[in-house]
């Protein structure tokens, strides 16, 4: 739990780096001239700096056979979203006084996710008088930090009550993973009473492996972006959600057997949703 906080505080930190960063330049510039509207319809070249966090995770086939897999072996388990970043440096340009625009961008990210399993039993004995607890937990996480290039984005901004503007847009990625690593944590714990005596063993083991040494990983990606953003003066809120479409492991089609029946191991593919603040200058 320590380790967590400690990096949910790196990240946090480094984006309160970027906002006083910001705010500072904004300061130099006046307050006066950061409400005002871009002129977005000017056919000018716009610079727009964003940063933010990121919530990954991911989507595809071998979700469902994940779960059936637990559920034929009396396991609960679910998928998460992996807390991360996002950093963005790229430019938007008008096709001449229309809102409709056209842009490029290019940043570092991150990607990846999160699941929880366990295994419980429980019962008494007649004979021994006490009762049995067995309990197996399996966490998995993997954050990758990842270059991504959009070489080509389209939207539309409608500007009203002047200083204001509504913005969507569409475009492609390409990505690749710089970094990263997959952590599994387990847990096994006995507890039994009874008149002949008590037990309590619990054993933990945590296991750690850089991204470049998983077996059968594709580092690299490529997908869509589509994003709904605001705009007040140069300040910009921006939502976006990014779906990768080059499945992250190899394997897809093996089968798996689940009981008595066979199917396919299933792809995962990347599932962000990302928050960011920007600036226009």
């Known amino acids: 739990m320590k380790k967590l906080h400690f ?8 984006i309160v780096v970027f906002t006083t960063l910001f705010f500072s330049h904004v300061q130099a510039k006046g307050i006066n001239d950061a409400i005002q509207l871009p002129d977005f319809k000017s056919g000018k070249t716009i610079w727009v700096i964003r940063a933010g966090v990121g919530f990954n995770g991911f989507t595809g086939s071998n979700i469902e056979t994940t779960k059936l897999q637990w559920e034929n072996n009396d396991w609960n388990g679910s998928f998460g979203k992996a807390t991360g970043y996002e950093f963005t ?15 490029m961008e290019l940043g570092m990210a991150s990607r990846g996710y999160t699941s929880s399993s366990s295994w419980e039993k429980s019962g008494s004995s007649a004979i021994s008088g006490g ?9 998995e996480s993997m954050l990758c930090h990842t270059v991504k290039f959009s070489p080509f984005t389209i939207g539309y901004r409608y500007t009203f ?13 390409a990505s690749y ?6 952590k599994r944590d387990y847990t096994d714990h006995i507890i039994s009473t009874s008149k002949y005596g008590n037990r309590n063993d619990k054993t933990t083991s945590s296991t750690e492996t850089k991204i470049k040494d998983y077996d059968n990983m594709k ?3 490529a997908g869509i972006n589509l994003g709904i953003g605001y705009w007040f003066g140069k300040f910009n809120i921006d939502f976006t959600w990014q779906r990768g ?37």
């Open 7 to 14: 990096k949910l505080f790196k990240r946090l930190s480094c």
């Open 89 to 103: 440096l790229g430019f938007n340009k008008s096709f001449g006084n229309h809102p409709l625009y056209w842009g």
């Open 131 to 139: 009762t049995d607890y067995h309990g197996k937990f399996q966490d």
């Open 161 to 173: 009550l002047e200083k204001m503007a509504a913005d969507i847009h569409l475009g492609a990625y």
């Open 177 to 182: 993973d710089i970094a990263g690593k997959y």
């Open 219 to 221: 580092r690299y990606d």
């Open 245 to 281: 479409f080059i499945a992250i492991f190899e394997g897809g089609n093996e089968l798996v057997k689940i009981g008595k029946e066979s199917r396919k191991r299933g792809n995962l593919f990347t599932n962000n949703f990302q928050l960011k603040l920007g600036y226009a200058f």
